[in-house]
């Protein structure tokens, strides 16, 4: 049976930055570690619309990444 535990998280929020010369749109990403492993998907969602709201740029996307090792 394998077992696995958790080795970290982070969130990487991504943000519309305006549109390039040939039209095509441009992205800026943020990243924040240090995310715990029990944070619910909602109170992510809060924390990312309040950090998000300190900028003037709109958030278009939202991910939580989360690292652990699996073992046997």
Aim: glycine share 4%.
């Amino acid at each position: 049976m394998a077992n696995s535990y958790f080795k970290n998280a982070s969130i990487r929020l991504t943000f519309d930055n305006g549109v390039d010369e040939l039209g095509k749109p441009k992205k800026k990403l943020k990243a924040y570690h240090n995310v715990s492993d029990s944070a619910a998907a909602t109170e992510i969602f809060e924390t990312a619309n309040v950090m998000a709201d300190f900028g003037t740029k709109p958030l278009i996307n939202l991910e939580k990444q989360s690292n652990q090792s699996i073992y046997a």
